[in-house]
């Protein structure tokens, strides 16, 4: 079966540093790759998405993510964190398989970023 | 823009009681679908749903029931809520499979006491 794994479940950060959020999946097969992400009383947002061709990926607000197909993974980054990016992140995957857009989501990575 | 609406942003009902959660997209998308979001245990899909009147159940759907009887409309029903019920709970629609991702709602937040 398909799984997500997101390895940190709560980061602080100060403003202006740097952030990697590990995200990693298992499934053999051509997988699509998202990151969403939920402001505080907000809805759940695309960040970003993979699909096929250049692994890295940019999204809104600067942030980026890269897929390496040898280590299943898909971590988000961004090289410079602001406070208002204090939100919750989910890394989720669907398999190109059946007949749906099923996503698998990780467990959520709540950001923290101290001004 | 794709709008996905859920019919009630907090609930609060009573354990035993029927509850119906009502959740409707614009965008003709063929795929619908139900999740409960848990502090620790991310996003976890109850149900979901690829064309009317048509359902599968997803990672977690005891207690739940499900209906689509239009294609805009996809609704989730806990037949006799119970306290572990409580929780945040989206809806999402996607369109073709040749498409992926999803599109949510704002969530509706159901306490069961």
């Known amino acids: 079966a398909q799984s997500v794994s997101q390895h940190n479940h709560h980061v602080i950060l100060s403003e202006a540093a740097s952030l990697e959020l590990g995200c990693n999946y298992s499934y053999g097969g051509t997988v699509n790759l998202f990151w969403y992400v939920q402001y505080p009383g907000q809805h759940l947002q695309l960040l970003l998405k993979y699909f096929s061709g250049d692994p890295l990926v940019k999204g809104i607000k600067g942030f980026e993510a890269e897929f390496i197909k040898s280590k299943f993974s898909f971590n988000l980054r961004k090289p410079s964190v602001q406070w208002s990016d204090t939100a919750e992140y989910f890394c989720?995957?669907?398999?190109?398989?059946?007949?749906?857009?099923?996503?698998?989501f990780g467990t959520g990575t709540l950001l923290a970023v101290q001004p | 823009d794709v709008k996905v609406t859920q019919s009630s942003r907090y609930l609060v009902k009573r354990t035993g009681e029927k509850v119906f959660l009502e959740c409707v997209q614009d965008?003709?998308?063929?795929?619908m679908f139900w999740y409960r979001q848990d502090p620790g245990l991310g996003l976890r899909l109850i149900y979901f749903?690829?064309?009317?009147?048509?359902?599968e159940k997803g990672d977690i759907p005891e207690g739940y029931s499900v209906s689509r009887e239009k294609k805009e409309r996809f609704s989730l029903i806990l037949e006799s809520a119970s306290t572990n019920q409580t929780s945040m709970y989206l809806c999402?629609?996607?369109?073709?499979?040749?498409?992926?991702?999803?599109?949510f709602g704002q969530g509706t937040r159901l306490t069961v006491v």
């Open positions: 749903s690829y064309d009317v009147k048509m359902k």
């Open positions: 989720a995957v669907n398999a190109e398989s059946g007949a749906t857009n099923k996503l698998i």
């Open positions: 999402a629609s996607s369109p073709t499979r040749t498409i992926p991702g999803a599109f």
């Open positions: 965008m003709d998308h063929e795929n």
